[in-house]
């Protein structure tokens, strides 16, 4: 019987249209070892690993292993994002402070 983390790994996996190769590759995990957190009871995931997975799922880790929230909030994702803002390079950053400083201005149109 699979986990909630189980469910909420596939379920976003599958949202994000990844299969568990490509999920693997993104997360430096093999394809066996996604399945294996998909459906295996209890899946005995490291911290790191946990914390790669959410990155690429758009969600935090905190969310992952939280078994209450089934779904992630508008915040969990906005956190996540964050975190991927955060390590991103200086100029990358100029570049989207820049695309929402245009989307901003249309929005006040």
């Given at each position: 019987?699979?986990?909630?983390?189980?469910?909420?790994?596939?379920?976003l996996r599958k949202e994000?249209?990844?299969?568990?190769?490509?999920?693997?590759?993104?997360?430096?995990?093999?394809?066996?070892?996604?399945?294996?957190?998909?459906?295996?009871?209890?899946?005995?995931?490291?911290?790191?690993?946990?914390?790669?997975?959410?990155?690429?799922?758009?969600?935090?880790?905190?969310?992952?292993?939280?078994?209450?929230?089934?779904?992630?909030?508008?915040?969990?994702?906005?956190?996540?994002?964050?975190?991927?803002?955060?390590?991103?390079?200086?100029?990358?950053?100029?570049?989207?402070?820049?695309?929402?400083?245009?989307?901003?201005?249309?929005?006040?149109?």
């Amino acid at each position: 019987m699979p986990t909630l983390l189980s469910e909420k790994i596939k379920r976003l996996r599958k949202e994000k249209g990844l299969t568990l190769e490509q999920l693997g590759e993104l997360t430096g995990s093999s394809k066996s070892y996604i399945w294996a957190l998909e459906n295996q009871n209890p899946p005995r995931p490291s911290a790191e690993k946990i914390q790669k997975i959410a990155e690429v799922l758009g969600v935090t880790g905190e969310f992952l292993l939280d078994q209450d929230q089934e779904t992630p909030e508008r915040g969990d994702m906005d956190l996540a994002f964050f975190r991927k803002y955060q390590k991103m390079p200086e100029d990358t950053k100029r570049k989207l402070q820049q695309l929402i400083d245009v989307w901003g201005e249309e929005d006040k149109k």
